[in-house]
Every structure is written in structure tokens, then in C-alpha cells.
């Protein structure tokens, strides 16, 4: 039968402006939250943790926000360029286990 | 430091032949992880190794795939035989134990086509 892709969620913005992505995790015991960056041809790589007992964290030009109530996750990119162009994973520890789960990806375009 | 090193960065096979992926992680690194990453599916842990003693194999599709750690500097996953469906990248990646933090260090992949 006819094979069906992952569709991702897509973002474009304007090179400039401050870019939002979003993360719904499930599991309520997951206790550490790491934000990924993924270019094309290439591995992911780390941006921005956060523990579960934080609600926030800066980095150089990106906040992560955390939610627990509504389990939500979110990435702030401030004065995005174009070579922030790229798929964004948000992945989660649950607890105990060591293991990281990774959602399915955002793409963010930055429109020059 | 190098990074984690994987190799090949492509390989190209026909159905029904052995697969070999090879990994070096960072060097200092306990934790290793192979992860599996498609359109359908995503990014998908396979397995994942304590100081060399693989902890959880869930995410093994099936018995055609075996993961090993002979040492603390290398790893190995083999498809043994290979199928279409496994095309995919496969990613290594490696990590230090922190009970606070686990950033997974990423190699650049092996991109996998089976004929």
C-alpha cells in the first residue's frame, strides 16, 4: 500500500523574529526535559535542558519553559536566523529509567 | 575530542545480506545508545549500554538485530538478514551518568539503504 510520512509540524518565520516551539509530553513522572536540534544530514544536537523542578531556563538566545500542570514544554528562539533552520525534537526522562523519548520534531524555516 | 564516531556514513546493501553499523562513543562515556530514525516512525531508541552491559533491548525490532559492546570503546549493531524496511539512519549516541543532567551526545549517523 501507499507508505504515509511523518508530518511534522512546520514553523516559518521571519529572519529576526523570536520563534515558539511547542512540546506535549505524557508521562508526568518524567523529571528532565533536553531540547535538540537536528540539521539536515546530520545528528541531533543538544540546545537547552531543563529539571522538573525548574519552570524556566535561558540559554544564548533560547528559554525553554516548562509547564508540569499541563505538561508542556516549550522552546523560545529570540532574533532567529537562518541558520536556525532545522528540525527541533523535544525528549523526555521518565523518572527512574535512563532512557530519553523523543517526540516527533518540529520544522522551523527562517525566511531570509 | 572527536565527538562520537560512527562508520560508515552510508551503506548501500541488497536485501538478505549481514549489516554491520560500527560506533565509537566519547571517550569517558558510560552510556551508549543506538537509535533508529525514519519518516514513518521517527526517532526510536533501539538499545542502550551501561559501562558495556546492554540495560535495555525493548526497542530491538527483531531477532535479525543484535547490538554489542566488546569494550568501553566500541560498539557494534548488526541486521542479520538485512530487509528494505530497515532502511533508515542510525544514530550512536553516548552519554555520562549525572543524576541531575543526561545529554546525549550524538554521532553524525549511518544512512542505510537496503535494495
Known amino acids: 500500500g501507499e507508505s504515509v510520512g511523518l508530518h511534522l509540524p512546520t514553523l516559518s518565520v521571519q529572519e529576526g523574529d523570536n520563534s515558539i516551539i511547542n512540546c506535549a509530553y505524557s508521562n508526568s513522572a518524567s523529571d528532565y526535559f533536553i531540547w535538540y536540534k537536528q540539521e539536515s544530514g546530520k545528528g541531533p544536537q543538544f540546545i537547552i535542558d531543563i529539571r522538573s523542578n525548574m519552570d524556566k531556563r535561558q540559554g544564548q538566545r533560547v528559554t525553554v519553559l516548562l509547564n508540569k500542570t499541563v505538561k508542556h514544554l516549550s522552546l523560545q528562539i529570540a532574533a532567529t536566523q537562518p541558520g536556525d533552520s532545522a528540525v527541533y525534537f523535544c525528549a523526555e526522562r521518565g523518572g527512574s529509567n535512563y532512557k530519553l523519548t523523543f517526540g516527533k520534531g518540529t520544522l522551523l524555516t527562517v525566511n531570509p | 575530542d572527536a565527538g562520537v564516531i560512527q562508520s560508515p556514513r552510508h551503506e548501500v546493501t541488497e536485501m538478505g545480506q549481514e549489516v554491520t553499523l560500527r560506533c565509537k562513543p566519547i571517550s569517558g562515556h558510560d552510556y551508549l545508545f543506538w537509535y533508529r530514525q525514519t519518516m514513518m516512525r521517527g526517532l526510536e531508541l533501539l538499545i542502550y549500554f551501561n559501562n558495556n552491559v546492554p540495560i535495555d533491548d525493548s526497542g530491538m525490532p527483531e531477532d535479525r538485530f543484535s547490538a554489542k559492546m566488546p569494550n568501553a570503546s566500541f560498539s557494534t549493531l548488526k541486521i542479520q538478514p538485512s530487509e528494505p524496511r530497515d532502511s533508515a539512519v542510525y544514530f550512536c549516541?553516548?552519554?555520562?551518568?549525572?543524576?541531575?543532567?543526561?545529554?546525549?551526545?550524538f554521532g553524525p549517523g549511518t544512512r542505510l539503504t537496503v535494495l
Open positions: 549516541a553516548s552519554s555520562l551518568w549525572d543524576s541531575s543532567y543526561n545529554e546525549q551526545f
